[in-house]
């Protein structure tokens, strides 16, 4: 069966786009051109009108035809060199269907080597589309053929693995249809694809990275913020909350690495001003496909007025959980129904993470009607347990000057402490404490600092800490403490978290408690129980490593160029924790086989390919290794990834 190409008219015209809200909430430049696509209303073969509005084409069948080119195009006024999939930026939408078999014939025109990743996949190592790894990659007038059987359902995406083509705009989505009916009714559905796109050569942004780690960072505190603390903490605890973060020479702020003040954020090819379309009628459930295909942006999605039930992450169907918002990392699959009142238009807002910029979409019942556009998010600041912190026998400290952010004592164990009122226990963020579980009423009166060593002027990037006699208590799993090996210590690593709190019930920096229900990774429950019941024969602890300043990323402090490969007996369970000692999200994806999420009922573990570990944190999930060959183990942030890099070899 030959692909059947499914594109609105008007998708055959490179349209032009603005730069959307950029560093300090000006929108630059000028619309040259509106978004009008015609509506394709194509039905699928269940009956669900798929694709309403969608700007970019759609591929059926069987097989199909690649051809990668170099693109010009313009999403801000200037034209630029992109890499395109058979003409388009992003690449058309791949449909296919469970238990069949695809064959995907790539060309590359381009003049250097390329490849493509079928991110979320379970085929055979030779078919996953890592140079070096899997294949040699694919040279210059050379086709390479991808044939596989598919074997999941679900939503996932595709994109270059070879140098920085994938910020260029070589990626695109893949929807799997399911042998079996879906578990839950829709009527009809739309893909949204979340992206970041920059005019500059992605080589010149890595450059500027490593010479200045905040080149991109206009969000940096000010002399109106130090106002505003004064008025609010008054000079003592401010001076000594300075003072601190000075000593350790980072930064509250160091949230994205690459912001709006270069990022265009594009929602299916759309920006800001312009924004994407999609329609939907009276009485209709409809099921939004999210996928994040950027190069280095988190979004926090959220639709106004609108409730979301969460009904499968990274392809995975989930029991249904409802929502108000979500963090989607870079990589990351969430499929969300909602029920749409038809007398009104809804906007889809997903902010950065940074709040330096957004994309946005209307969903309405027709094409006239708009819905305002809510006000990026006040910029977040990180805090000392985002560092890892270890808070536990510090007594003597003037806990003055720290800013503990609110609720982000999540994970903490404070069973040893003098607790005597004022915690809230229904707040998601302190539910899982054992004061909360015992019904104790918490303050932080009576901790003993006396241990605390303040000979050093820093330890671990925490301004002298001596953090050797601290005991953060423990989790289902393992304790707090943590392990560093001797890689970890030089000027390589610039911190490292002694007492990770566990990531999975903490919605994120930006989300906590505010106001809004924000999905953690504590509420995802695969729908189907566990098929892998045993008890994991080991444990591979893993720490994201870095030096913000100097733009070096590692994994136990050991670059990918010197590591090596993480060795895996075929059919073995095991265990593998991340402990993030950076003050950055890094989202993990492990090829080849699922990555099932320790998120407290090990009957129904959710299945995932790429997984958050926030600042400070960890969090463990089992594998299976059922899928022998070379696989890739990194970091997503594309720029993170050239250190942030194992290979995992299963045999």
């Known amino acids: 069966m030959k692909t059947q190409l499914i594109l609105n008219k008007n998708d055959a015209k490179r349209r032009r786009f603005v730069k959307g809200l950029a560093a300090g909430g000006v929108v630059a430049g000028l619309g040259l051109s509106g978004c009008s696509s015609t509506s394709n209303k194509v039905a699928a073969d269940r009956g669900v009108t798929v694709g309403e509005f969608s700007h970019e084409p759609v591929l059926k069948g069987k097989v199909f035809d690649l051809n990668i080119d170099e693109q010009r195009v313009n999403f801000t006024g200037r034209s ?27 060309k590359n025109n381009l003049s250097v080597d390329t490849s493509i990743h079928w991110h979320g996949m379970i085929l055979d190592y030779r078919m996953d589309g ?40 070589m990626h695109g989505v893949i929807v799997i249809e399911p042998k079996n009916p879906y578990p839950y009714k829709f009527d009809r559905e739309h893909v949204i694809s979340l992206a ?30 130090l106002v505003r603390e004064l008025k609010k903490d008054g000079l003592k605890k401010t001076f000594n909350n300075r003072k601190m973060w000075n000593e350790m020479r980072m930064s509250q702020r160091d949230l994205s690495d690459v912001t709006g003040y270069t990022y265009t954020y594009l929602m299916n090819s759309s920006t800001p001003r312009e924004g994407w379309r999609g329609i939907f009628k ?11 295909t950027s190069a280095m942006s988190f979004f926090d999605v959220r639709i106004p007025g609108l409730k979301m ?61 708009t819905a305002a556009v809510p006000k990026v998010d006040p910029v977040p600041d990180l805090t000392h347990l985002d560092m890892g912190m270890d808070m536990s026998n510090m007594s003597g400290m003037d806990h003055s000057g ?108 930006g989300l906590r408690n505010n106001g809004r229900r924000v999905l953690t990774y504590a509420d995802l429950k695969n729908l189907y129980p566990t098929t892998d019941k045993r008890k994991p024969s080991r444990e591979i602890e893993l720490h994201l490593t870095g030096n913000m300043s100097r733009y070096m990323w590692s994994i136990n402090g050991v670059k990918y160029a010197d590591a090596k ?87």
């Open 282 to 292: 009276a009485g209709e459930k409809v099921l939004l496909r999210f996928v994040n």
């Open 80 to 106: 630029r060199i992109a890499t395109a999939i058979n003409g388009t930026v992003p690449g058309p939408t791949l449909r296919w269907k469970e238990g069949e078999t695809v064959t995907l014939r790539v």
């Open 196 to 225: 970041d796109w920059t005019d500059e050569d992605p080589t010149r942004v890595y450059g500027k990275l490593k010479k200045l780690s905040h080149y991109y960072n206009f969000n940096e505190r000010t002399v109106g913020d």
């Open 565 to 651: 490969p993480i060795e895996l007996k075929f059919g073995e369970r095991v265990r593998i924790t991340l402990v993030n000692d950076t003050m950055m999200s890094h989202p993990m994806h492990l090829h080849g086989v699922w990555s099932e999420l320790e998120t407290g009922d090990s009957n129904y573990l959710p299945r995932k390919h790429t997984v958050i570990v926030q600042p400070g944190s960890k969090v463990s999930y089992l594998v299976t290794a059922d899928a022998r060959g070379r696989w890739a183990y990194h970091c997503h942030l594309l720029y993170h990834m050239l250190g942030m890099f194992r290979e995992v070899r299963i045999s």
């Open 402 to 509: 720290m800013d503990m952010g609110g609720g982000d004592m999540a994970g903490m164990d404070h069973s040893k402490m003098n607790m005597s009122g004022g915690m809230d226990c229904s707040d998601p963020m302190h539910a899982s404490m054992d004061a909360c579980k015992n019904q104790e009423k918490p303050t932080m009166a009576g901790m003993d600092h006396s241990k605390m060593d303040h000979s050093k002027k820093k330890m671990s990037g925490m301004s002298g800490m001596n953090h050797s006699k601290m005991d953060m208590g423990s989790d289902s799993k393992s304790s707090n403490r943590v392990t560093h090996a001797a890689t970890e210590y030089g000027p390589h690593v610039d911190m490292r978290a002694e007492a990770p709190r566990l990531g999975i019930t903490d919605p994120g920096i």
């Open 130 to 169: 890592v140079p070096g790894l899997s294949f040699d990659g694919i040279k210059p007038g050379e086709t390479f053929t991808y044939r596989f059987k598919v074997n999941q359902s679900g939503t996932y995406w595709y994109h270059s693995h070879s140098g920085f083509q994938e910020q260029t705009g």
């Open 309 to 369: 039930t969460v009904v499968a992450s990274d392809g995975q169907y989930i029991k249904p959980v409802s929502v108000d918002e979500f963090r989607i990392g870079v990589a990351e699959n969430y499929d969300v129904i909602v029920e749409p009142d038809a007398s009104q238009a809804y906007t889809i807002f997903a902010q950065s993470l940074g709040r330096s910029g957004y994309a946005r979409g209307t969903l309405a019942p027709n094409s006239t009607m």
